[in-house]
């Protein structure tokens, strides 16, 4: 196990309190669909402020290309608006990279990203990450919106993939990963 449910949810409720302190005049949460749903459910709920919710989806052309196009747009008009991308990790940054040249075209009055985990050692585009949650070693992790092809999104916490099982059956029984609630 990597992170715990409880650590999980203090960094929530810290990073909560750094987007309602700085946002007070409004703000436009957009998120990346689909791993960053656990975060964004609990972020918005211990927010003291009221933002604005809207998503966007995103496919890439080929794995690990770094190519990627808009599935799902928001539906927001974002023009002078504080927006902040929520995503669950920034791995090489090529998915963000591409996502807030999207939106900085549409003249939002400030960019900014909020993301759970940064993955800084896999970075090949340097980004300004404003709001961070944790950091992660170079390893695959998976639960809390995370996945591997498609499944353990709806893990409690983040947990580091037992990668050589999962390569062979995404869904072999890894005992670390169905350990359940503490
Ligand atoms: P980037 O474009 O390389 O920054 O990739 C970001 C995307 O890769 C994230 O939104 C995730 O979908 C995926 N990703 C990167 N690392 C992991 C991981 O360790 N577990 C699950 N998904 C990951
Ligand atoms: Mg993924």
Not at 29 to 53: H, N, Q
Not at 158 to 175: Q, S
């Amino acid at each position: 196990m990597l992170i715990t449910k409880e650590d999980l949810h203090g960094g929530v409720r810290r990073l909560a309190a750094e987007l309602s302190e700085t946002y007070q005049d409004g703000l436009v949460l957009v998120a990346v669909l689909k791993g960053s749903i656990l975060f964004l459910a609990d972020l918005v709920r211990a927010l003291t402020i009221v933002p604005e919710v809207d998503f966007l989806a995103i496919s890439s052309y080929a794995e690990g290309s770094g190519r990627v196009r808009i599935v799902k747009d928001i539906d927001a008009d974002i023009t002078g608006r504080h927006v902040v991308l929520v995503e669950n990790i920034v791995d090489t940054g090529l998915t963000l990279t591409y996502v807030l040249g999207e939106l900085a075209r549409r003249g939002p009055s400030s960019l900014e990203i909020c993301t759970l985990l940064d993955k800084s050692a896999r970075r090949i585009v340097p980004l300004s990450l404003r709001f961070t949650g944790f950091s992660v070693g170079d390893e695959l992790v998976l639960g809390y919106g995370l996945d591997y092809a498609g499944y353990y999104r709806n893990l409690d916490l983040v947990a580091v993939g037992e990668i050589d099982a999962l390569r062979g059956d995404p869904r072999a029984y890894v005992e670390g990963l169905y350990a359940g609630p503490s």
